[in-house]
């Protein structure tokens, strides 16, 4: 392929709306290009790169012995009421009618669409297990589209469903799409590690994240470098020791005017976060429970959410706040709410704590010297772990200590029991032909962030350095003579050879300075760039080097074994 025939624009100035480097990049490369917030179109060189990626994981899905069909993206509002998810989505999914009033959502995933589809043909044990996948536009209605193709409003997927006889069936459908996975990111060059994660909206006991380890990343992850636990904030667990708390004088009342926050009482009393009990009135299902954690902690939502086992958490109202503890919310604490029976909850850390200071549920007052066993009435079996893992916590598998980093999630692994199946009555005859639910699994892959996320983690100051597998060209050929025939006719026999060999090449043959062909060879990040000119040709002939060695690495090569010779440095 030659450059002057491909639709190129590469761009010197970074995007302004563009945080991360991935997302400058994606621009400044002619990879993607803008055409309103959360919308990107590929431009050619991007979609090449798309398709590569797309190419790996059919391939993958199809080794595991899954089979690709695609379903469409607009879907019937009837499938989602019946899964009870047109309204639990929310403002998430893009909704839409026809002209006869018909409502339809833009699918942001398919479970509804492919459960129904499946009970349609499937009737017998004998067909199972299934596993089906696509690979098609997603929709998401994103409140603040960020980050280029990571928070985008239409994005491509892959996404697959397993459909299995039993629960212990279903085991070896998700290790096949685990292990395939594993196989995909590798092939596309990507360090990515499988991540324990709720299970969220989805519904289902159990998922890992696929995460790309990168500064830039929106994902926080516990990873415990003793045995490898990875964790994403939501769900990472903690081993925490007892606190044991000496025994303390009765509590006192102590004036805190003007202090609202912890940060603001440690300042205006001179103690450390960590003395404070941090206390906070949520509505789990409608109804007011106080969650107490330590003050330098942040309260985990989700697993209080799963502790209550509510259907509906969010932080109470100011006026459900004043009712359960008779104080605003800055002065809100365990003892003796204004609710007598409020159900209190704490974390773990917090058991046999003693010493401690807690708002005194009374405007501007706080108390010192609280023991939670003696001046509360939280239960024994209202403790547990409801805070924020963070670097430092202790590991729940090995007792080492973790560290927290950050990911770019770019697949996920989902088992998800029956929510869907019992939803559609998705029904098999066993052998004694008796009828049961089928057990489900899905699997989803962001094909176009894979894209991003190769990028966020191979690049340097210079550009894109792409592994060979997934990158738009191989090798660049910068002709620096174009307008000299025996030149061109080097590199163009060259061009020859290498897609004769089934090594795809772009010749650079514009009429541009030699400068500028390499910074836009460095900025796509081609892996391999090649030098056709007559100064090298005379010194022997063409140049060659990997973009991630530096021009030391540069050399010459006699035209004859150029083909080799790229073909050693691509396999490096
Ligand atoms: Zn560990």
Redesign the pocket.
Known sequence: MKWTKMMIQTLRDDPQDAEIDSHKLLVRASLVKKISGGLYTFLPLGMRSLRKVAAIIREEMDRAGAQELVMPILQPAELWQQSGRWEAMGPNMFKLKDRAEKPYALGPTAEEEVTDVVKSIVSSYRQLPITVYQIQWKFRDEIRPRFGLMRSKEFLMKDAYSFDVSLDAADASYQAMYDAYKRIFARCGLKAYPVEADTGDIGGKFSHEFHVLAEAGEDGIAF??????AANLEKAERKVAAAAGEPCPAYEEVHTPNAKTIEQVSAFMGVPGSAFVKSLVYAADGKPVMVCVPGDRDVNEVKLKHFLNAKTLELADYEMVLKASGANAGSVGPVKPAQADLRIVADQALKGATGRIVGANKDDYHLKNVDLARDTAIADGDYADLVIAQAGDV??????T?ELKRGIEVGHVFKLGTKYTDAFKAVYKNDQLQENVMVMGCYGIGVSRTVQAVIEQSHDKDGIIWPASVAPFQVVIDLLDPTDKAVAKVAFDLEAQLEAAGIDVLVDDRADRPGVKFKDADLIGFPVRVVVGAKGLANGGVEVKRRDQDKSRMKIVPTADAVAAIRELLAQ
Request: positive net charge.
């Open positions: 415990c470098p003793g045995c490898g636990y590991c729940p598998r090995c007792g080492k973790m």
